[in-house]
């Protein structure tokens, strides 16, 4: 039970994202919504059968077989299959799932009803993912017996990483489902545009989904992971705002601000900078100690303070650009974007001063990744503006 409520959390937290970016007066009702997520949830089911086709093609019926194969038949197995088919999936799940809906009436619900069918295809995965993905890579490889004397459950630690990950599905659902709302909303939209938007959405699972299962082989793939996930939100943003902007405007709407707020900037600067310390100054109580935290080698005695000081940052980061966001009379996601860029590059050249320039821009770039998703939140809860 405590696994279901880890996959569901995370997912209905995207989703109440989602229905708060649109602004008041055009929100979806739940009905619906529930009605995409609930058709996402069955659609892994057919993804399944599907997914016979790699042990015929690329002879890797299985996840550990596929990571043995040369990285160009990775990925070519992941972009030419993975990727189609997952996008597929979602798509016709949101397709029966809106049939002849009378509450699609504008073209920025192509992207809520998307993402909405794209969330229950994540929690549908996320339990296949807890019950039966990670337990067999665990008998396979289990982890050291350090870890087992810590008393942490390994399958709940690996199952609570994954369902903290940044919301892939629903952001590349934004491809094809901003492409359907224009389709069905928006006249003279070319007949075409549903299959580029399924084909760049593929095109991206492939190679997040590649840049993820080479990151061992590869340090650089993890920057490459960061960066496809914040192009992902910022094409989010875009699109988005891109079909809002044909809609009818909402009765109240706040101006843009003509000039860049640092005070809202030295805001976030400031809250990131006070629960990075906090959470720097637990993981000393706790005896933690950044030398053995940072090195290469395994110390099983460092995991529990340095899980606590990443989730403090962690929350602390999204708290930053949240609060800001909120508070602002205006749009203030650059400021707080900036504000919380800085401060995470000086914490991290105080904390981590032996670490190289690509674990520095990882770092960084991470830190942007959590404090964009809290401020683009904080101004979409503003009720009295346009986003």
Known sequence: MLLVFVALAPTLFWLLIFW?????????????????FLFGMISPVFVSLVYMLPSAIFQCGSLSELLKQAPL?????????????????????????????PTFDESSDGIVFAASAALGFAFSEHLLYFFHTIPTMLSVNPPPPEILKLNIDPLLFCS????????????????????????????????Y?????????????????????LASRFNWSLVIFLLLNIYLIV??????KQLASSQAPVPVSMPLAKKFQWRYALLALIITA??????????QSLGGDIAAFTKSGFDPGQIVPGLIWMAVSIIGLFLAGLITGILSPDRTVKE???????????????????????????????????GSLGAYLGEALQPRKNI
């Open 235 to 240: 094409n989010a943003v875009r699109s988005y």
């Open 160 to 191: 609570v990483v994954r369902a903290l990950s940044p919301p892939m599905h629903p952001l590349l659902a934004v491809f094809w489902g901003a492409a359907l709302g224009r389709k069905l909303c928006i006249p003279g939209t070319s007949r």
């Open 336 to 370: 707080a974007t900036l504000g919380i860029l800085v401060a995470s590059v000086i914490c991290n050249l105080l904390e981590y001063p032996s670490q190289g320039f690509a674990e520095q821009l990882t770092s960084a770039l991470f830190c942007l990744l959590i």
């Open 193 to 213: 545009a549903v299959f580029f938007g399924l084909a760049t959405a593929s095109i991206m699972h492939g190679l997040l989904d590649s840049s993820i299962l």
């Open 274 to 283: 006070i629960t990075e310390g906090l959470g720097y100054l637990i993981f």
């Open 20 to 36: 708060a970016a649109e602004k008041p007066g055009h929100r979806e009702k739940a009905g619906p919504m529930a009605r995409c």
């Open 73 to 101: 038949v990775i990925m070519a197995a992941l972009i030419l299959i993975v990727g189609p088919t997952e996008e597929l999936m979602k798509y016709f799940a949101t397709r029966l799932a809106i049939y002849k809906e």
